[in-house]
């Protein structure tokens, strides 16, 4: 490794020293290995240790030789975009002999290595356990064989290790989202936006095939994410008859408006008899009972391929960094956990407890206990199965008379995923039996009294769209506005308003509740849903659009990064977010950049003169690339601008500097599956919050957000509590707690 293009050390550098961590995917690939790998890779060489990878799976690690590499840093410099895994991976029959076993401790044992990273699925995980059960006895064969001493035993007493789940199904019970899921969700909804299109054109039906053996995930969150008209899973065998609800479910769809019918099938579905339901016995039901013209899509193997998602390069890293960490500091008491990602934090779970209850899931079924099955998977999974079943029933086109009007308003910026919100909020809202209203550009259409019923029909084709079919303004009312507004709010009879939107938006709505006492119209219970590219709202860690916006911003740095890759090249990118640097942080770390300039933490001339001394012994010994990510605000005089000026200066002509500030493509697009779903969820739960003070006749404000994966009710009283008001952020950010994460993988101090 040359020593000018490693990072220096932290203060914590000696952990690794005299360590060696081998590194290893097995079982199926899936996307953002890569990620964990290259993590892994260079966090271990930033705290002192050495890092091999192990080729092939277990199955590298039996054959040994060249099986077994050790890497550098630059061996992991170009990985964090590609799918699949660069160290390959090997479904290993030898391996789960023990004379496999005893082999690969042999060769462990020859590159001086006992601490493992392993990611993969639970079989892996398994095999893991199980090697870690025998290594003493395994040394104990080697000393007896002459084939290593037995002080050379007593140096590696025990195999420390730490797993990483990489799978696609999501079907690790304890964790929120295993490496490669969120890119095969992306890859399936995809798909599905572009099956409807054409279905709608034809008025066809489809059938999605996806895949999921024991494990509903993909299937139920794509329906959703996808406005799907029926899904089938594992975990919830339908009923006897289902064919029958089936088609009712169709049926309705299309009396109510749409042009197309979906039905998601997972490859693991079943019936309550144990029978497999296959997408093609789907066709052919609706094509006897509707005569539809019924077309089959099996996506197959494609949901494992391409670029990961920004999520799963973000996350993984953070998991590879925890899991050396973990190998680092553990002791012969420890027990090797898997580590999993739960409310934006990283866990630990006993490895034997994670993959029992993981396997226990499949007996469940087996058993006919499908409400034990679907409560492992956790109080989300199912939650948003009972969110679909409602969206799916145009239940009451007709309101009633006496129903409860809910008014939708967006307020502030633009954020992919607004159209969601509302479309979801509109069909949530019928099925709960209110009447709901839209208002149109914003608070200054609520003033002008814009509003307008929205149906069950009306919102068709929103949820994959950009935009703001509702429109929207910054503007916050001013006093002069409020009594147009209660005038408003009072003609249309309004009972409750949901606001989508950003901080002006939560403005305008404590604002109204402020107002409430000289204004009776604006006693009515309000609750805000965060939307907002910019991540800074109070009482949620995460705001619909965010999500969308970073994978704008992670695919053009990808091809930022690729037209540098011929010449020696500086880029310096700015990306949105106002005050609050979540975009540039997550995308900094997402992208591989070297540099992230934060208004959080600020830029001094002190650390620019550092960052330019470094950056110039960097070129001059072989760097090609060099990237750092600016928040748009994170110095009002050191602007992106000058930074590419400086940089350009200062490199005396070693490497060439270009600026690319992306503007408002961050706002663009199509929703990214967790957007929607990330919609879906909280106004469902808004809705239901907005009911119960209907119901007990309160009239009370809140927002509604997503605390470490659970919902969390904060009162609009409480907003300037909890905000940095002048810069318009919460005061304590979660993201910032990244920071030494991207020290550890970047290839400078920072």
């Known amino acids: 490794m040359n020593p000018e293009t490693a990072p220096p050390a932290p203060d914590n550098t000696d952990l690794g020293a005299g360590k060696r961590i081998g590194i290893l995917t097995s079982g199926g690939d899936a996307q953002g290995m890569n990620a964990a790998v290259r993590a892994v890779v260079r966090t271990g060489l930033t705290l002192g240790a050495q890092v091999f990878a192990i080729y092939e799976g277990y199955q590298g690690m039996v054959d040994g030789g060249a099986g077994i590499r050790e890497l550098a840093w630059e061996d992991v410099g170009s990985i964090l975009h590609k799918g699949g895994t660069v160290i390959g991976t090997f479904r290993s029959k030898d391996f789960r002999e023990r004379e496999g076993r005893l082999k690969a401790a042999r060769n462990l044992i020859h590159h001086g290595i006992d601490r493992l990273v392993v990611i993969g699925g639970d079989g892996s995980l398994s095999g893991l356990d199980q090697f870690r059960a025998d290594w003493p006895g395994l040394l104990s064969d080697l000393v007896a064989a002459g084939e290593i001493t037995q002080e050379v035993a007593d140096a590696h007493p025990r195999l420390l290790f730490a797993g990483l789940v990489g799978s696609i199904d999501n079907d690790l019970v304890g964790t929120d989202m295993t490496i490669g899921a969120d890119t095969a969700l992306h890859r399936i909804v995809d798909a599905i936006d572009a099956l409807s299109s054409t279905a709608a054109s034809h008025q066809r039906s489809f059938v999605i095939e996806v895949m999921g053996r024991h494990c509903g995930y993909l299937a139920l969150m794509s329906a959703i994410a996808g406005g799907c008209d029926y899904v089938l899973i594992p975990e ?131 058993s006919g206990d499908y409400e034990a099955a679907m409560a492992a998977r956790g109080g989300s999974f199912t939650e948003m199965a009972s969110i679909f079943a409602e969206l799916v029933q145009p239940a009451r086109v007709d309101p009633a008379e006496a129903s409860q009007r809910i008014a939708i308003v967006h307020g502030g910026g633009l954020a992919p995923g607004m159209n969601a919100a509302a479309r979801d909020a509109v069909r949530l809202g019928i099925a709960r039996g209110h009447t709901m209203l839209g208002i149109r550009d914003g608070f200054v259409g609520l003033r002008e009294g814009r509003i307008d019923e929205l149906t069950w029909a009306q919102v068709e084709g929103w949820l994959v769209d950009g935009g703001a079919e509702l429109g929207l303004r910054r503007t916050v009312p001013t006093i002069e506005d409020l009594y147009s507004i209660s005038r408003s709010l009072e003609n249309h009879h309004v009972d409750a308003l949901l606001v989508i939107g950003g901080w002006n938006a939560y403005q305008a709505a404590h604002l109204l509740q402020v107002e409430r006492d000289r204004y009776p119209a604006f006693r009515i219970p309000i609750v805000c849903v965060p939307a907002t590219i910019d991540n800074n709202l109070p009482g949620s860690e995460l705001a619909i659009g965010a999500d969308t916006a970073l994978n704008v911003i992670v695919e053009a740095i990808d091809r930022i990064k690729m037209s540098g890759s011929a010449a020696k090249r500086a880029f310096v990118v700015e990306t949105m977010g106002r005050y609050c640097g979540y975009l540039a942080m997550m995308s900094g770390l997402a992208g591989g950049a070297e540099r992230v300039y934060l208004h959080e933490e600020g830029i001094s001339l002190q650390s620019l003169q550092s960052d330019l001394e470094w950056l110039r012994k960097s070129f001059a010994s072989g760097r090609k690339l060099f990237l750092a990510i600016r928040n748009e605000e994170a110095n009002a005089l050191y602007t992106t601008d000058f930074l590419a000026r400086l940089l350009e200066q200062e490199g005396q002509g ?39 003070q209907l119901e007990a006749g309160t009239s009370e404000g809140y927002t509604v957000g997503l605390v470490q994966s659970k919902m969390a009710l904060t009162p609009l009283a409480h907003l300037n509590e909890v905000m940095d008001l002048r810069f318009r952020r919460p005061k304590v950010q979660w993201w910032m707690s990244l920071r030494p994460v991207v020290r550890a993988v970047a290839d400078a101090a920072m």
Request: glycine share 10%; net charge neutral.
């Open 236 to 366: 919830m065998p339908p009923a006897e008859g289902w064919e029958d609800e089936m088609c009712a479910a169709l049926k309705q769809g299309r009396a109510g408006g749409r042009r197309d019918s979906m039905v998601v099938v997972a490859e693991g579905a079943i019936d309550r008899q144990g029978r497999p339901i296959t997408s093609a016995y789907v066709r052919e039901v609706l094509e006897e009972r509707l005569h539809e013209d019924t077309r089959v899509t099996i996506l197959g193997h494609v949901q494992r391929g391409g670029a990961p998602s920004a999520f799963d390069r973000w996350a993984s890293t953070w998991l590879g960094y925890e899991a050396v960490l973990e190998v680092l500091s553990a002791t012969e008491d420890t027990a090797g956990p898997v580590l999993g990602f739960r409310g934006n934090r990283v866990s630990r779970v006993p490895l034997i407890e994670a993959v029992a209850r993981t396997r226990e899931v499949p007996v469940l079924i087996a």
């Open 654 to 692: 070693i490497y060439d500097v270009r600026q690319g500030i992306l503007g408002h493509i961050q706002q663009g697009g199509s929703p990214t599956p967790f957007d929607r779903l990330l919609a879906v969820r909280l106004v469902s739960r808004a809705l239901r919050v907005l009911g119960e």
